[in-house]
């Protein structure tokens, strides 16, 4: 009976290079969200994804990041050519349908150097 | 701009009192709303959710949702020192355009022992 599994939990990566997070969701549930939170600051809504579809991608940056949810195998939250400020936690979580609770992930500690 | 507004605390009570964490939203479209808690360096789990004006009781938990006054709350009672954690709202609304997901800042509770 396993909850939203992220990987890794960890990473570290140098400004410029890629970080490519990995969210596979409960058993069930088709819909994925992902948040990114800094230190002492609240949540907040990157992208909204079904299977093989982006719902509302309207708090993702317009730039070096993309998200995508396939047929098979976990989502992916990509971020290209890393900066400092990107440096952060990101959680994602899954539901049984749209407006539904939602369960999240342990996150992923992203740090940049 | 749809909005969700928590006061950011601390709210500081003493053990055995009850809690009372309060959220507004903007989007009158809103149809579900959510309540997690986050330790510090952890990631949210869910503790009530509420769909219907009224009250939601579960355990120690109260959830109360008045949508004329667009007004979300939550009550803990005979608060533990364990509830000490930020309390996030949730509301969001699928009916409509995107920008439907939207999370407060969070209040940050702590319960004095």
């Known amino acids: 009976n396993a909850g939203v599994m992220q990987n890794p939990r960890h990473l570290v990566r140098r400004r410029g290079q890629e970080a490519r997070l990995r969210c596979s969701p409960m058993?069930?549930?088709?819909?994925v969200y992902w948040y990114r939170q800094l230190p002492e600051e609240g949540l907040k809504f990157m992208v909204y994804?079904?299977?093989?579809?982006?719902?509302?991608e309207s708090g993702m940056p317009k730039e070096r990041f993309s998200a995508e949810f396939p047929k098979e195998g976990p989502s992916i939250l990509r971020i290209q050519q890393v900066v400092r400020g990107d440096s952060a936690a990101y959680f994602c979580?899954?539901?049984?349908?749209?407006?539904?609770?939602?369960?999240f992930g342990p996150g992923t500690r992203l740090t940049v150097t | 701009q749809k909005e969700v507004e928590q006061n950011s605390g601390p709210l500081s009570v003493p053990e055995g009192a009850i809690a009372s964490l309060n959220c507004t939203y903007s989007?009158?479209?809103?149809?579900?709303f959510f309540w997690y808690r986050q330790y510090s360096g952890k990631s949210p789990e869910l503790i009530m959710s509420?769909?219907?004006?009224g009250d939601k009781e579960d355990g120690r938990f109260t959830a109360q949702l008045n949508k004329a006054s667009q007004y979300v709350s939550l009550l803990i009672r005979d608060s533990q020192p364990s509830d000490s954690a930020t309390y996030l709202c949730?509301?969001?609304?699928?009916?409509?355009?995107?920008?439907?997901?939207?999370f407060g800042k969070g209040t940050k509770l702590s319960v004095k022992p």
């Open positions: 994804l079904q299977k093989e579809n982006i719902i509302d």
């Open positions: 949730d509301a969001e609304n699928y009916g409509g355009s995107q920008g439907n997901l939207i």
């Open positions: 058993k069930g549930h088709s819909h």
């Open positions: 509420i769909y219907s004006n």
């Open positions: 979580a899954s539901s049984i349908q749209g407006g539904h609770e939602q369960y």
């Open positions: 989007d009158r479209g809103s149809q579900s």
